[in-house]
C-alpha cells in the first residue's frame, strides 16, 4: 500500500504553525516513497495553493501525476486501486492506470473552516461523478453524492469498542492531571476549531462554577474568554490510546457544536466514542446525535446544555453505562473495514465479467 498525502484544502496563511507544515511538507516533496511499515508506504504531493487559478491547478496536475507515476513504476505496483479520501487531489482519479477508482467520504469538505468554499465543492462533484464507487460516512452525504454517481454505498464510522470499554475497567488508572479537579466533570475531546460553539462551553461554566469543564486537544479557536474562567482546564492533546482514561474522569461527555450547513452533513467520531466509553452524551442538534435516540440529549443551546446535564448526572446508572456500550458495539472498524472490502470486491467481479 502507497499512502499518498497531499497538503489540505486550508486556505495559506501566514500563522507560524502553517509556515512551519509548508516547510516540512516542501522537505518531504521529492523523497521517494518511504516503507513506513510492512508493505505500507508513504509519500508527499506538493500541492501550490491559489486553487482557484487555471495555471496553478494545471501545474499542480502534471507535477502529481508525474510523481505519482515514477511512485508507483518504483514499487512495482499492478492492478492498482486509487482511493480519494479528500477531494483536492481528486485531478488523479483514473490517471494512474488503476483498476478501481474509490472516493471514500467522510465530510462536506467544502463546510470546513478556512477553505475555498466553491473552488472544493467543484473539486468534490468533480471526484464523486468521477469515482468507479462512492462511501460516505452518513446518510446526508450519501444523498447528496447520489446527485453525481449512482454507485454510492453508506460506510458508518467506525468505533474502537474495546479500547474505549476500558474506561469502565476498575484497572484503568485516571491521570494524574484530574484526580483532584472538583466534580463533577464535563468534558470534551478534539479539535476546539470554529465548529465548536464556544458561547455554549462559556454558558455553561459561568453558569454552574462548581463544575469543572475538562478540554482535551489541540485548541484552534479564540478561547481567550474560556481561559479567564477558574473552573474550564485545557490540558492539551492527549495519546489516542490514552482516552479512556481521561474518559474514566468525565462525568458528562459534551459535544457543542455550531449551528450550520456542516453541522447537518457530519458524522463526528466523538459520539461513538463517548458512547462506547458508556458515558451520558448531551449535544447539540445533528443528525449523527439524533440517530441515537434517548441514548443522546439534543438541545440547542448553553441553557438547554446545564438542564441536560443536571439531568444526566441525576440519573446516570451502571446499568445506563452498559445500554451506550452496547448500542455501538458493532460499530466496530472491523466490521466498517469487512463491509466495504466486501463491496469493493463485488465491484471488481462485476467488472471482470463484464
Not at 491547478?57 to 492498482?80: P, Q, W, Y
Not at 488523479?92 to 478501481?100: C, D, F, H, I, V
Not at 458561547?199 to 462554577?209: K, M, Q
Not at 446525535?289 to 440519573?315: S, Y
Amino acid at each position: 500500500m502507497l499512502y499518498v498525502e497531499v497538503p489540505g484544502l486550508k486556505k495559506p496563511s501566514a500563522s507560524v504553525r502553517d509556515l512551519r507544515k509548508i516547510v516540512e511538507k516542501l522537505r518531504l516533496t521529492f523523497q521517494p516513497p518511504q516503507l513506513v511499515a510492512p508493505h505500507f508506504w508513504r509519500m508527499t504531493l506538493p500541492q501550490m495553493p491559489f486553487r482557484r487559478f487555471a495555471i496553478v491547478r494545471a501545474g499542480n496536475r502534471m507535477l502529481s501525476r508525474f510523481l505519482m507515476r515514477r511512485a508507483i513504476r518504483s514499487l512495482g505496483f499492478n492492478d492498482a486501486i486509487a482511493w480519494f479520501h479528500v477531494p483536492h487531489p481528486g485531478f488523479l482519479a483514473r490517471q494512474l492506470g488503476e483498476k478501481l477508482t474509490v472516493f471514500y467520504c467522510i465530510d462536506d469538505y467544502s463546510r470546513l473552516p478556512d477553505v475555498d468554499e466553491f473552488a472544493v465543492q467543484d473539486m468534490d462533484d468533480a471526484l464523486t461523478a468521477t469515482a468507479d464507487i462512492v462511501f460516505t460516512c452518513n446518510r446526508t452525504l450519501m444523498e447528496t453524492h447520489s446527485r453525481h454517481n449512482a454507485n454510492v454505498h453508506l460506510s458508518p464510522h467506525g468505533v474502537d469498542t474495546g479500547m474505549f470499554a476500558r474506561s469502565t475497567s476498575p484497572e484503568t488508572v485516571v491521570p494524574e492531571e484530574v484526580t483532584k479537579l472538583q466534580r463533577p466533570v464535563i468534558g470534551w475531546w478534539g479539535v476546539l476549531d470554529p465548529r465548536v460553539d464556544i458561547s455554549i462551553l462559556e454558558h455553561v461554566a459561568v453558569a454552574r462554577p462548581n463544575w469543572t469543564i475538562l478540554l482535551i486537544g489541540r485548541v484552534a479557536a479564540d478561547v481567550s474568554a474560556l481561559s479567564r474562567l477558574a473552573n474550564v482546564v485545557f490540558v492539551g492533546t492527549k495519546p489516542y490510546t490514552d482516552l479512556p482514561r481521561w474518559a474514566k474522569a468525565i462525568d458528562v461527555c459534551i459535544l457543542p457544536y455550531a449551528q450550520a450547513v456542516w453541522t447537518e452533513r457530519s458524522s463526528p467520531l466523538k459520539v461513538r466514542e463517548y458512547l462506547a466509553a458508556g458515558k451520558p452524551v448531551v449535544a447539540t442538534p445533528f443528525p449523527e446525535a439524533q440517530m441515537f435516540g434517548a441514548l443522546v440529549q439534543v438541545v440547542a443551546d448553553g441553557p438547554g446544555f446545564v438542564c441536560a446535564i443536571e439531568e444526566a448526572l441525576a440519573m446516570d446508572t451502571p446499568e445506563r453505562a452498559v445500554l451506550r456500550q452496547k448500542a455501538v458495539e458493532s460499530n466496530t472498524w472491523d466490521a466498517t473495514v469487512e463491509n466495504v472490502l466486501e463491496k469493493l470486491k463485488a465491484e471488481l467481479r462485476a467488472r471482470r465479467g463484464k
